[in-house]
């Protein structure tokens, strides 16, 4: 008998539908399906066709924009506000994979340069590089799956896409959008299934791409089992540090700040988590912070007014609620929040110098948190933020281009906002972590760039 899965609010628990839970023969036949796909070269869809699916799917998902945003509030937690704005940029993304596919192109290698090169022409081509695999996080259920199953569409590649379990419909309605678009089936195929054969998914030698979003010791643990030759791209999380140096325009800084630490009850990868404030401007900027984190609307994320929602599990609520409480024991202050809403929201919190050592300094809070801490000299201040493992997005707050260049040079990320909080994105830049933050790059077009192979070809002739 087939297993059901049974999605559930966060927020409240009420059934919002069931889906057939797949076995072990159903991702067996996804796996055969798309591997037959990348054994015959006459199979791949042309590239206009593609483009005109990938143009035909973003107007279908903006035309349903607003049906989709509310499934994606109701199911993962993120406020309506927030989903509308993510729905937004999934068509955004969609459209950019479209008109990326012009830009896979080659390059020219230079030759006649030597006795032995001479009468030869070199050039590349891009081509796909085969079965994509990949596995997504909830906490962006509609656009994490827009940037890991979108690039290998447009690519020529056949994707399989495992959501997660909590919030699968959203994926299913970017399938079903690009099903609609004209995409034949077996190049999309959608998989929800336990773990072990998410693994099974993951590490079959079939795969050539496995592209994952989550955990990092999920991720890092899936990359050491994959088979040999396969690629892959991990996005795991950061503990964002922001440096708010003497010089900072706090009326500016502080509304950023704020949004970049709670949006989604502070469920991003790139969450504003750890602020470094000068000493001289400490008092305004935590009676500030305290003041906009307290006008915050926490509750129902499909209510229109709600700017935090849920967090996506009640045990997230209880361990968010524990390192708070642990970094008390240890000397934080808690300014605001520290409590818990109910038993799925927990309030925006901010808390004051807690040690290097406390969790919810070295490990990613993934919760609505945000740590303040004072310091005296900029560079000591980074050395602190540098102490974890994580290396992913960074900030600076200053007048000075000086400090800003200084900064950005010295702190452990990958990008560096200046004068902006650590979770904006736009979804054609560059956007990946370092260390134990991830492996790879992603984006639409870095993306798409990693789902193709470089193919040298060299023509030899007298008349070159």
């Known amino acids: 008998m087939t297993k059901r899965l049974k999605i559930n609010s966060p927020y409240d628990g009420h059934l919002i539908d069931e889906i057939d839970l797949d076995d072990a023969e159903r991702v067996e036949n996804v796996l055969e399906t798309a591997h037959k796909l990348t054994l015959d070269h006459d199979k791949i869809i042309p590239a206009p066709r593609r483009i005109e699916i990938l143009e035909k799917t973003a107007e279908l998902v903006k035309a349903k924009a607003e049906e989709y945003a509310h499934q994606s509030a109701e199911e993962g937690g993120k406020p309506l506000?927030?989903?509308?704005?993510?729905?937004?940029?999934?068509?955004?993304?969609?459209?950019?994979?479209?008109?990326?596919?012009?830009?896979?192109?080659?390059?020219?290698?230079?030759?006649?340069?030597?006795?032995?090169?001479?009468?030869?022409?070199?050039?590349?081509?891009?081509?796909?590089?085969?079965?994509?695999?990949?596995?997504?996080?909830?906490?962006?259920?509609?656009n994490l799956i827009v940037h890991q199953v979108i690039p290998a569409v447009a690519v020529g590649c056949p994707v399989i896409i495992k959501p997660a379990r909590t919030t699968p419909l959203s994926c299913l309605n970017l399938v079903n959008?690009?099903?609609?678009?004209?995409?034949?089936?077996?190049?999309?195929q959608m998989v929800v299934c336990e773990s072990s054969l998410a693994e099974k998914l993951a590490t079959d030698s079939r795969v050539a791409f496995f592209s994952f979003i989550g955990s990092g010791e999920i991720g890092w643990m899936l990359r050491s089992k994959l088979?040999?030759?396969?690629?892959?791209?991990?996005?795991?999380?950061?503990?964002?540090?922001?440096?708010?140096?003497?010089?900072?325009?706090?009326?500016?800084?502080l509304p950023l700040l704020a949004k970049g630490g709670f949006y989604h009850a502070g469920q991003v990868c790139v969450s504003v988590q750890k602020v470094f404030v000068h000493e001289s401007r400490l008092d305004e900027f935590q009676k500030q912070l305290v003041k906009l984190a307290e006008k915050l609307v926490v509750g129902d994320p499909t209510d229109e007014k709600t700017e935090v929602g849920p967090l996506i599990q009640e045990s997230e609520v209880d361990r968010v609620h524990q390192w708070v409480n642990e970094a008390k024991i240890a000397g934080a202050k808690i300014l605001t929040g520290g409590k818990k809403i109910g038993n799925t929201c927990y309030a925006p919190t901010i808390l004051l110098n807690p040690a290097d050592e406390a969790k919810v300094s070295t490990h990613e809070i993934f919760g609505p948190v945000i740590n303040i801490y004072s310091f005296k000299d900029r560079l000591r201040a980074i050395e602190r933020a540098n102490l974890t493992p994580f290396s992913f997005q960074a900030a600076v707050f200053t007048k000075s281009i000086d400090t800003a260049l200084d900064t950005s040079k010295r702190i452990n990320a990958a990008a560096v906002m200046i004068n902006d909080h650590t979770a904006f994105r736009v979804d054609w830049m560059p956007f990946g972590g370092r260390k134990d933050s991830g492996l790879g790059v992603g984006g639409i077009l870095p993306t798409m760039m990693e789902m193709t192979e470089e193919k040298l070809l060299i023509f030899r002739s007298k008349l070159i």
Request: hydrophobic content about 40%; overall charge negative; some cysteine.
């Open 177 to 188: 959008c690009l099903y609609e678009a004209g995409l034949p089936k077996e190049w999309c």
């Open 81 to 142: 506000i927030d989903s509308r704005i993510e729905l937004f940029r999934a068509v955004q993304g969609i459209r950019e994979a479209a008109q990326s596919i012009s830009k896979l192109t080659g390059h020219e290698i230079p030759m006649n340069l030597t006795s032995s090169s001479m009468n030869r022409m070199a050039l590349t081509t891009r081509e796909p590089i085969g079965l994509v695999a990949a596995i997504s996080a909830f906490n962006h259920p509609f």
């Open 227 to 253: 088979a040999p030759g396969t690629r892959c791209a991990l996005e795991h999380g950061g503990a964002a540090p922001v440096i708010i140096d003497h010089d900072a325009d706090l009326e500016e800084a």
